[in-house]
């Protein structure tokens, strides 16, 4: 893992609002906490990185086929909506709770700060937000499944 690869960590991390982040693989142990304006990273090396790409291509390799399989299913049409991608890793849900009724529905109109979804991250529940105002045209994400940062959720027709 590089300087970069960890700084960006670092930012996600503190943009995911979560206190502290623990990320321990073979050979490298990373503790990440954030406070009210203070990052503190931690960091432990105990063997050579050589080991650490071979584990990174895996998710890579899990998110090139949905990422295929939303453009081939994307139509000149879809370039005047707004897509909602999401923030952090983890894992896609609709409803706050299996009892209750989902965030959005194709068709319902959203308001910039309403919640969308739940992403969980490491036993976390992360309420994704709009940024926009508009109204749900697709989604284009499973329930409980799995997505990368990044992957987009939604489109929204902002007129």
Known sequence: ?????????IKFVAKSGASEVKLEMED??????TGS???ETTIVQAAPIAQIPQAAPAPIAVAQPIAETTNSESSPEDAKYITIKSPIIGTFYRKPSPD???FVEVGSTINTGDTVCVIEAMKLFNEIESEISGK????LVD????V?????LFLVDPS
């Open 1 to 9: 893992m590089d300087i970069k690869e960890i700084q960006s960590l």
């Open 28 to 33: 490298i142990k990373i503790t990440i906490k």
């Open 37 to 39: 304006e203070k990052t």
């Open 100 to 102: 209750k009724p989902m």
């Open 136 to 139: 749900i045209v697709k989604v």
């Open 143 to 146: 329930d409980s499944s799995p």
């Open 148 to 152: 990368e940062f990044d992957q987009p």
